[in-house]
């Protein structure tokens, strides 16, 4: 597959050129990603993995345990106070369920290169706050305008948009804030390292670079480099950062650091790829987001450029490449992350 050019290196990809209503929100639970929730979001991984060679794991019961834990971190990190506007609003879209899969890569890696979970729940919820922010904007009108996120109306449509672009600002600053106070138990130097991998991840050279990018393609030609160099930068930047960012802390050598880099960059790009695959082959009651949406406004995806069929082989090709990446470490400690690139792979919303 030669048109699978991804860059390994952690430099930046060459750029391409490319010519209130407010709803009434019930006061709800602050966890909402209950044990059950989460449960249904992991069924079926193990049939999914079986024949595949992998080190014996449950990566549902994985998933759920460290998502629990998550939540709780994030629910004390973003309590309900004054103003309690903007607080109701960081934690409606905070604490509205979502795989976790950023931050159960930062747990993971850290894991992976000898560290403990603790060393990297700070960052592990940073990469959450992140994410939040990016999906709390990525809906707003002048962006992707979208009406619903995780089952639920998106923040905008919930708070106005005045107060989601507040609520998403407020926890992009939270979130480095919360690296540097609560981070325990980790040497000066990796802490400031990691932070600046958050926010490398985020700024003009990751997530934002992606954002206009894609922005800018809108109603022009796309290839496959074009859509590539997108979605490396919307999308998989920050899942390579949380990956990154919890061997960081975890106190992995450099070489650990680069294979982990390496591995979740295959990862995160894969995300992208069945995220595109499943938004023409699922309804919107089976995402908990609008389907269709990309096929509607015409935008360049991998099934629209390469045709279903070759974008799931693409996806198999990332899986085995990522996997690659994990042969080095210990088989036991690399085996959740073994098991969740094949869970992204198969995943169903």
């Known amino acids: 597959m030669a048109y699978v050019a991804v860059s390994f290196h952690g430099s930046p990809l060459p750029r391409p050129i490319l010519g209130r209503k407010r709803i009434p929100v019930a006061r709800r639970s602050s966890l909402r990603c209950t044990m059950n929730q989460a449960a249904a979001g992991f069924k079926d991984l193990e049939s999914k993995n079986t024949g595949l060679g992998l080190v014996e794991f449950n990566l549902n019961e994985y998933m759920i345990a460290k998502a629990r834990r998550v939540n709780e971190a994030l629910d004390q990190a973003v309590s309900l106070r004054h103003p309690v506007k903007i607080h109701e609003s960081m934690r409606y879209s905070l604490l509205a369920g979502g795989k976790r899969v950023r931050p159960v890569l930062a747990l993971a890696s850290c894991?992976?290169?000898?560290?403990?979970?603790?060393?990297?729940?700070?960052?592990?919820?940073?990469?959450?706050?992140?994410?939040?922010?990016?999906?709390?904007?990525?809906?707003?009108?002048?962006?992707?305008?979208?009406?619903?996120?995780?089952?639920?109306?998106?923040?905008?449509?919930?708070?106005?948009?005045?107060?989601?672009?507040?609520?998403?600002?407020?926890?992009?600053?939270?979130?480095?804030?919360?690296?540097?106070?609560?981070?325990?138990?980790?040497?000066?130097?990796?802490?400031?390292?990691?932070?600046?991998?958050?926010?490398?991840?985020?700024g003009s050279d990751g997530l934002v670079a992606g954002q206009i990018v894609d922005i800018a393609s809108e109603g022009q030609a796309v290839d496959l480099n074009d859509l590539e160099y997108i979605h490396i930068h919307k999308t998989a930047r920050l899942l390579e950062a949380a990956a990154v960012c919890g061997a960081i802390v975890g106190g992995g050598e450099d070489g650990e650091v680069e294979r982990v880099r390496r591995y979740a960059r295959c990862v995160g790009?894969?995300?992208?790829?069945?995220?595109?695959?499943?938004?023409?082959?699922?309804?919107?009651?089976?995402?908990?987001?609008?389907?269709?949406?990309?096929?509607?406004?015409?935008?360049?995806?991998?099934?629209?450029?390469?045709?279903?069929?070759?974008?799931?082989?693409?996806?198999?090709?990332?899986?085995?490449?990522?996997?690659?990446?994990?042969?080095?470490?210990?088989?036991?400690?690399?085996?959740?992350?073994?098991?969740?690139?094949?869970?992204?792979?198969?995943?169903?919303?």
Do not use: W
């Open 269 to 349: 790009l894969l995300f992208q790829v069945v995220d595109d695959i499943l938004d023409v082959t699922k309804t919107s009651d089976e995402l908990g987001k609008t389907a269709g949406k990309d096929l509607a406004s015409d935008k360049a995806t991998y099934p629209k450029l390469m045709g279903l069929d070759k974008a799931r082989e693409l996806a198999r090709t990332l899986v085995l490449k990522a996997e690659e990446e994990l042969s080095g470490f210990d088989g036991a400690r690399a085996a959740p992350l073994h098991h969740l690139a094949h869970y992204i792979a198969y995943r169903q919303n």
């Open 111 to 202: 894991e992976l290169v000898g560290g403990d979970e603790a060393a990297a729940m700070p960052v592990a919820c940073a990469t959450e706050m992140i994410h939040t922010m990016s999906l709390i904007h990525d809906d707003l009108p002048c962006m992707d305008n979208d009406d619903l996120r995780r089952g639920q109306p998106t923040n905008h449509r919930a708070f106005g948009e005045d107060t989601a672009i507040l609520a998403g600002d407020a926890l992009l600053s939270l979130a480095f804030e919360h690296v540097a106070v609560r981070t325990a138990g980790v040497a000066a130097e990796r802490v400031v390292r990691a932070l600046a991998e958050l926010g490398s991840a985020v």
